[in-house]
């Protein structure tokens, strides 16, 4: 978009509506306040202003989110987590 075009300041790029168990590096991710291990996924385009100013949003790194399924916390991860098959 131009310079005066709407911009998102996040911007969801990929959305899974299963819930999931991840990893990183081995270890089971937990929700640090229920303990609940089954989270909805998200990718989230993080803007800096400087690229977003140039229109360049997509040279814009993203971080995944997990949301929590039982107490809706969320998690921020610069790293993919990995899913955990059963």
């Given at each position: 978009m131009g310079i005066l075009g709407k911009r998102h300041i996040c911007d969801s790029?990929?959305?899974?509506?299963?819930?999931?168990s991840f990893q990183i590096l081995g270890k089971t991710i937990l929700c640090p306040h229920c303990g609940h291990n089954q989270f909805l996924?998200?990718?989230?385009?993080?803007n800096t202003p400087g690229l977003t100013?140039?229109?360049?949003?997509?040279?814009?790194?993203?971080?995944?989110?997990?949301t929590c399924t039982t107490c809706s916390n969320i998690q921020w991860y610069l790293q993919q987590p990995e899913v955990v098959s059963l």
């Amino acid at each position: 978009m131009g310079i005066l075009g709407k911009r998102h300041i996040c911007d969801s790029t990929k959305e899974d509506t299963a819930p999931h168990s991840f990893q990183i590096l081995g270890k089971t991710i937990l929700c640090p306040h229920c303990g609940h291990n089954q989270f909805l996924q998200k990718s989230i385009l993080l803007n800096t202003p400087g690229l977003t100013f140039l229109s360049l949003d997509w040279a814009n790194k993203t971080a995944t989110t997990l949301t929590c399924t039982t107490c809706s916390n969320i998690q921020w991860y610069l790293q993919q987590p990995e899913v955990v098959s059963l």
